[in-house]
């Protein structure tokens, strides 16, 4: 029984918590204390939060907490589809989910949603892209023999598709039936996802001067500015105001004026990450010999303003830094932060934090158990008051933002190294042995992160009208 119904008989006495009260208002009796539900039971809502003062106790260290510790996750005996097909099944409570079996049954990158479906790569591998049905996973439109293989993480965009080739194309197709509305040869590879604002669309590409970083237009493909960049970037431009970034795998970062391409300053920062910018401040995580740290730089000059949280980083040897291995550049994203609300976000190596970015103070720590100083965690996605993030193992986890406290957790028994999408009330996983699987998690009000970094900008959850 959903605990608000709970709360509701214990404290009213209604014969049923679906019906308004009818008598005057009087003083109520004391209430019963609140029963908190049994580790991995499924919720209808947030579970009672700890009392204000002890949300974010200052001046003493954050300890790390074991995922799962709280609320273990649960066991999802997901079905096992023919290859192109989709299989629903119920979990939890009573909550509904489904797979697709991607017919190359390839690594997968992130996904996008938009207008009610899901757009997902084929890999690394393949030459071909899908659109899924978001309810029930069926394929929608597929397209095959693209000009080169590898489809990137798509970006999706009032009504477009967009995304690069790693052999030298970029895409933009329609949502609604996969045609084709142009497609230019940008040169090979092209290994980051694109970006896209008002009109232009971003992308990284082999050049006349070695790696470049050109705007187009959305509507025709025609070059609007080509600038060097000196090499390939890390998993996708980001969009901000006026300006766009870039960090490159040698570890520069740039910033450029979006309509003319005017380069603002240029900085080797040591990046292992694309940046996340918020207002006057860009946020990175960096290499700083063995260690990987969260810096804050000024967005007008490229200049580091402070530094924090150094952490023993064995797991930074995934970092690309050359054109050695194409497939590890084309499916990386790195420690990358997410600052919303006042808070940064981030999971590196084996931890996921939160904290302060003004002074670095750690609010709360989750750590995935057993993973030393390996990889274990993937990006995080925030959506709402929940960050969801997922383990190489294939767990999933909803977390409070202010406390970290796990809301859900559940195992998917398929490894996953792409970010976890969330949208309308879904959170969608891509594995790396070629399958998306969709969890119902929550009412439709857990929404806003719908694609890599969030909107098409990716830097933020998607504002405006949602379908």
């Known amino acids: 029984m959903p605990q608000k119904a709970l709360l509701s008989i214990v404290v009213l006495g209604l014969a049923s918590a679906c019906q308004p009260a009818r008598s005057a208002p009087h003083r109520l009796a004391a209430a019963a204390p609140v029963t908190r539900p049994a580790p991995g039971a499924d919720l209808d809502g947030p579970p009672p939060l700890p009392r204000k003062p002890e949300r974010h106790p200052r001046g003493r260290t954050a300890q790390p907490l074991d995922l799962g510790a709280d609320r273990p996750a649960v066991p999802i005996a997901v079905p096992v589809p023919p290859r192109g097909g989709a299989a629903g099944f119920s979990f939890g409570d009573d909550r509904r989910g489904w797979v697709v079996r991607i017919p190359e049954s390839q690594q997968l990158p992130a996904v996008a949603y938009g207008d009610g479906r899901v757009y997902v790569s084929g890999g690394f591998e393949s030459v071909s892209f899908y659109a899924l049905d978001a309810g029930d996973g069926h394929i929608v439109w597929s397209q095959h023999g693209l000009e080169d293989n590898g489809p990137t993480a798509p970006v999706y965009d009032n009504g477009d598709v967009i ?21 230019k040869y940008l040169g090979d590879p092209t290994l980051a996802q694109p970006a896209v604002a008002d009109g232009l669309v971003f992308a990284a590409h082999p050049g006349q001067t070695g790696p470049e970083f050109s705007a187009y237009k959305l509507r025709s493909g025609t070059e609007v500015w080509t600038r060097t960049v000196g090499g390939e970037l890390l998993a996708a431009p980001i969009i901000d105001g006026d300006s766009v970034y870039v960090s490159t795998i040698q570890g520069r970062t740039f910033r450029f004026l979006r309509a003319s391409g005017k380069q603002m300053w240029s900085q080797a920062l040591g990046a292992t990450t694309a940046p996340w910018i918020v207002g006057a401040e860009l946020y990175l995580s960096r290499r700083a010999g063995d260690r990987e740290e969260q810096v804050v730089v000024s967005a007008a000059t490229g200049a580091v303003l402070r530094r924090h949280g150094a952490t023993p980083a064995k797991y930074i040897a995934d970092v ?148």
């Open 320 to 467: 690309p830094s050359s054109l050695g291995n194409w497939k590890q550049v084309w499916a990386f994203e790195g420690s990358r932060p997410a600052v919303v609300g006042g808070v940064r976000y981030v999971a590196m190596g084996g931890e996921v934090e939160a904290s302060d970015p003004r002074t670095g103070e750690r609010l709360w720590v989750r750590r995935a158990a057993h993973a030393g100083n390996s990889r274990a965690l993937g990006t995080v996605a925030v959506a709402g008051s929940q960050i969801v993030i997922a383990t190489r193992s294939g767990q999933i986890f909803g977390l409070d933002v202010d406390t970290g406290y796990t809301l859900w957790a559940y195992d998917l028994g398929h490894a996953i190294a792409a970010e976890p999408i969330v949208a309308r009330g879904w959170v969608y996983a891509s594995t790396t042995d070629g399958q998306v699987i969709a969890l119902n998690v929550a009412d439709s009000s857990l929404d806003g992160w719908h694609m890599f970094g969030g909107n098409p900008r990716h830097n933020g959850p998607v504002t405006g009208p949602r379908i």
């Open 163 to 183: 995304f690069n080739t790693e052999s030298c194309t970029l895409f933009v197709v329609d949502a609604k039936t996969g045609k084709k509305l142009w497609f």
